[in-house]
């Protein structure tokens, strides 16, 4: 990490040949999710769809990461227990934790807020289109060791995006783009060579496997999707693009299982931990507030 | 405007819940669906996103509950459509019957009995597709109730149309 700080400011992570292999493999992977002409899910886990949890539903969650650092090859370790509740048909609310395994020890750093307004619906039989827009506010007090701002785990700041999701035919597609700006994570400062504020951009795409046929709220739901992530500074114009194959398991209409493989694409800024797994549980508890 | 002194009840209602497929989806609308005193049961299809429900044969009921429930859960009715014991009632377009609180407001309706066992369709705004509202808005411009969803003395009005 100390490394990649004194020596990396600007790195170029995969090489023409290994771009043009990992752009033929998503493009093979996105014809794949189209032509296989089965049921879709927009419970993407990199970014939230235009649609909300349900009002009065409470999903605990907890997601854990396993990010190599390319300076040393160990492994960095983030959990971030999440809460999120649907507060009206509108409106939700995410309330998240950080805790990383940095030094050797485990550390609270922080935690995010996230409020989402859907402002427009349109619902037709198995398909829909909504749009929504969204705020996260987020402290954390970890040092500050990459150019990469990520208000979801590493940074201070604040963000705020508009989301379009479109379910067509058992198909799900999702878009953001967002604006962030950080700072100072508490005592860490912000360097000043760094650039503090982004634009962020995703375009999610998921699809059912199994079952083919639903029966009943018992089938265990098997889903494929594929999240790509980009950022590009405001100043200085260093961007990154990742990208995310997820594999997921509904279990009994209720909890779910998440496995992803993050890894960039493209990056010429400084990035400590760019690849890594992605591990999450959650469970839904639907109407928590008796009346 | 006929009125009926029998207790006329819905005893069930087959809805379409519309903006989903995925069987968490279909939990979501069905938890929220549970949540509803007048209903005894629902049964549900979950390919089709489809819920029968059964209604308590005494409870008042309102649909418009059913209709906020689905939109609590994120989705929007595709269409409701009622069973009740209305049999052997004379029926056409514009004509309006009340039972109890309830009055049924017909709209594109031929004259007709009501057979057993055949549904009435709620086309109210919000229980049929926008597209859907709109041609049936344009077919009752007359009767300005369909647009507003109120009439005087009337607590519960509903806007249907025969199968």
Same mark, same amino acid.
């Given at each position: 990490?100390?490394?990649?700080? %004194?020596?990396?400011?600007?790195?170029?992570?995969?090489?023409?040949?290994?771009?043009?292999?990992?752009?033929?493999?998503?493009?093979?992977?996105?014809?794949?999710?189209?032509?296989?002409?089965?049921?879709?899910?927009?419970?993407?886990?990199?970014?939230?769809?235009?649609?909300?949890?349900?009002?009065?539903?409470?999903?605990?969650?907890?997601?854990?990461?396993?990010?190599?650092?390319?300076?040393?090859?160990?492994?960095?370790?983030?959990?971030?227990?999440?809460?999120?509740?649907?507060?009206?048909?509108?409106?939700?609310?995410?309330?998240?934790?950080?805790?990383?395994? $940095?030094?050797?020890?485990?550390?609270?750093?922080?935690?995010?807020?996230?409020?989402?307004?859907?402002?427009?619906?349109?619902?037709?039989?198995?398909?829909?289109?909504?749009?929504?827009?969204?705020?996260?506010?987020?402290?954390?007090?970890?040092?500050?060791?990459?150019? $990469?701002?990520?208000?979801?785990?590493?940074?201070?700041?604040?963000?705020?995006?508009?989301?379009?999701?479109?379910?067509?035919?058992?198909?799900?597609?999702?878009?953001?783009?967002?604006?962030?700006?950080?700072?100072?994570?508490?005592?860490?400062?912000?360097?000043?060579?760094?650039?503090?504020?982004?634009?962020?951009?995703?375009?999610?795409?998921?699809?059912?496997?199994?079952?083919?046929?639903?029966?009943?709220?018992?089938?265990?739901?098997?889903?494929?999707?594929?999240?790509?992530?980009?950022?590009?500074?405001?100043?200085?114009?260093?961007?990154?693009?990742?990208?995310?194959?997820?594999?997921?398991?509904?279990?009994?209409?209720?909890?779910?299982?998440?496995?992803?493989?993050?890894?960039?694409?493209?990056?010429?800024?400084?990035?400590?931990?760019?690849?890594?797994?992605?591990?999450?549980?959650?469970?839904?508890?639907?109407?928590?507030?008796?009346? | 405007?006929?009125?009926?002194?029998?207790?006329?009840?819905?005893? %069930?209602?087959?809805?379409?819940?519309?903006?989903?497929?995925?069987?968490?989806?279909?939990?979501?609308?069905?938890?929220?669906?549970?949540?509803?005193?007048?209903?005894?049961?629902?049964?549900?299809?979950?390919?089709?996103?489809?819920?029968?429900?059964?209604?308590?044969?005494?409870?008042?009921?309102?649909?418009?509950?059913? %209709?906020?429930?689905? !939109?609590?859960?994120?989705?929007?009715?595709?269409?409701?459509?009622?069973?009740?014991?209305?049999?052997?009632?004379?029926?056409?377009?514009?004509?309006?019957?009340?039972?109890?609180?309830?009055?049924?407001?017909?709209?594109?309706?031929?004259?007709?009995?009501?057979?057993?066992?055949?549904?009435?369709?709620?086309?109210?705004?919000?229980?049929?597709? !926008?597209?859907?509202?709109?041609?049936?808005?344009?077919?009752?411009?007359?009767?300005?109730?369909?647009?507003?969803?109120?009439? !005087?003395?009337?607590?519960?009005?509903?806007?249907?149309?025969?199968?």
């Amino acid at each position: 990490m100390l490394q990649d700080r %004194k020596n990396g400011e600007r790195k170029v992570s995969l090489s023409c040949h290994g771009f043009i292999k990992m752009r033929n493999f998503l493009i093979a992977s996105l014809l794949c999710l189209f032509e296989c002409g089965v049921n879709a899910q927009e419970l993407f886990l990199l970014t939230n769809p235009a649609s909300n949890v349900p009002k009065n539903t409470l999903v605990m969650r907890g997601m854990n990461s396993f990010f190599q650092r390319t300076a040393d090859n160990t492994v960095s370790y983030h959990f971030m227990p999440e809460m999120e509740l649907g507060l009206s048909k509108r409106v939700m609310l995410i309330v998240n934790g950080f805790v990383s395994n $940095e030094n050797n020890k485990v550390n609270v750093e922080g935690g995010s807020v996230l409020a989402q307004y859907r402002f427009y619906s349109n619902d037709g039989n198995k398909q829909h289109f909504r749009m929504a827009l969204w705020s996260r506010l987020s402290v954390n007090n970890a040092e500050i060791h990459q150019e $990469e701002i990520e208000l979801n785990g590493h940074n201070t700041g604040g963000r705020i995006g508009l989301t379009g999701t479109q379910l067509l035919h058992k198909t799900a597609i999702s878009t953001t783009v967002s604006y962030q700006r950080t700072g100072s994570n508490f005592q860490n400062e912000f360097p000043v060579n760094y650039a503090n504020k982004s634009v962020d951009y995703t375009l999610s795409v998921g699809q059912l496997v199994l079952p083919r046929v639903y029966k009943d709220f018992k089938q265990t739901n098997i889903n494929l999707m594929i999240e790509i992530l980009g950022q590009t500074h405001m100043s200085g114009g260093k961007s990154f693009l990742d990208i995310a194959p997820v594999v997921q398991f509904i279990f009994k209409s209720k909890s779910r299982l998440d496995i992803a493989y993050r890894r960039e694409l493209y990056s010429d800024m400084l990035r400590t931990q760019p690849n890594g797994v992605i591990v999450n549980y959650q469970y839904s508890f639907f109407n928590v507030q008796k009346k | 405007m006929v009125s009926l002194t029998s207790h006329a009840q819905i005893y %069930k209602a087959e809805l379409i819940a519309n903006g989903l497929t995925c069987s968490m989806c279909s939990n979501a609308t069905y938890s929220q669906l549970k949540t509803i005193s007048f209903l005894d049961s629902i049964s549900t299809d979950v390919e089709h996103a489809k819920f029968v429900l059964y209604f308590h044969p005494t409870s008042p009921f309102d649909l418009r509950i059913i %209709k906020s429930k689905v !939109e609590d859960a994120g989705f929007s009715v595709g269409s409701l459509v009622l069973f009740t014991d209305l049999e052997n009632l004379e029926v056409e377009s514009d004509t309006h019957h009340t039972v109890g609180e309830v009055t049924y407001h017909f709209i594109d309706t031929k004259k007709q009995i009501l057979q057993k066992a055949q549904g009435i369709k709620v086309i109210d705004k919000g229980f049929v597709t !926008e597209k859907e509202y709109k041609k049936y808005l344009k077919m009752s411009s007359k009767n300005s109730c369909y647009k507003t969803g109120k009439m !005087e003395n009337v607590k519960y009005l509903y806007h249907v149309t025969v199968l």
